[in-house]
């Protein structure tokens, strides 16, 4: 099978060719190629392989796609990011970028895609009230938050609330810019899927760590900023009390799931979109993760600061089970193994903000 990858260069897509390639398939490359933001897929030497471009670009786009099976859509502006100025970068590269990739396969008649969802479409988590069972808090208040009141409350009673896992029929609350591109990403594909008689699967990736992560980068992830830290030499700081809950999943694990979903895409009925969380099923906090890398590198241990950002959820963790009954994907790298190897594991060099909208995650 051969598959367009993009951001096939990035963090997680150069993980992913590497899988494709393992498994006898012939991964096609779409990314900006950027030094910063370089990973494994550049020893491509076939430039029939390799298109070095925006994934807004209309038409490097329709010659990528050109002899293609299927999209593993990875591309995209990543994090939080700074401020809301980042809007138009996110939703340009995220949106827009999905749209004309889109636009070009239903031109060129390839009708599979796999597309990097993320969990940050949920918003808050899974969360059950003592009395009045399974909630959804609202966003968080400030004066909770600098008050040091993390957890959500009940809206109703204002009881404490039990956190649990989150599945993939729960409702959406995108609470952030960066996780209302990613739902729209996902609307574009079933959009698409009913318009062309395409198949799409969406993977709800939770928090991605591994070898190859961008490193003093303010849009990369928490794993990314600990880790950075250590690097200099200096604690990992932990915001909050660091008692939130995640799910850590292994970077080699979710380009497996995406090897998996690209071979069962095709057996799904035309006009089918579906959404699947892609985590490692071991819950952990963030404190925990920090502790866990510090040890392992021999640095600093971590520092609890307090501090927040608006914007972050508290709890947010995957039930992964649709994806492994459906597709029989399974993870294989544990939290204790993961983040020993990530304590030393290479980290690429950061990428300014447009370079992360022009290649990948």
Known sequence: MRVLVTGGAGFIGSHIVEALEGRGHEPVVYDTMLPSGQGGATRLTDERRRFVADVRDRDTVAKALRGVDAVCHQAAMVGLGKDFADAPRYVGCNDLGTAVLLAGMAEAGVRDLVLAGSMVVYGEGRYDCPRHGRTRPGPRAVADLEAGRFEPRCPSCGAGLTPGLVTEDAPADPRNVYAVTKLTQEHLASAWARATGGRALSLRYHNVYGPGMPRDTPYAGVASFFRSALARGEAPRVFEDG?????????????????????????????????????????????????????????????????????????????????????????????????????????RSGRAPQAAALAGS
């Open 243 to 347: 008692d939130q809950r995640r799910d850590f999943v292994h970077v080699r694990d979710v380009a497996a799931a995406n090897a998996v979903a690209l071979e069962a895409v095709r057996d799904r009925p035309s006009e089918d979109f579906a959404a699947y969380n892609t985590g490692s099923g071991e819950p952990r906090t963030v404190g925990q993760m920090a502790e866990a890398l510090a040890a392992a590198h021999g640095g600093p241990s971590p520092v609890v600061t307090g501090e927040f950002r608006l914007g972050d959820v508290r709890h947010v963790t995957a039930d992964s089970r649709r994806l492994r009954e459906e597709l029989g994907w399974r993870p294989e790298v544990g939290f204790a193994e993961g983040m020993a190897e990530f304590a030393t594991a290479p980290l």
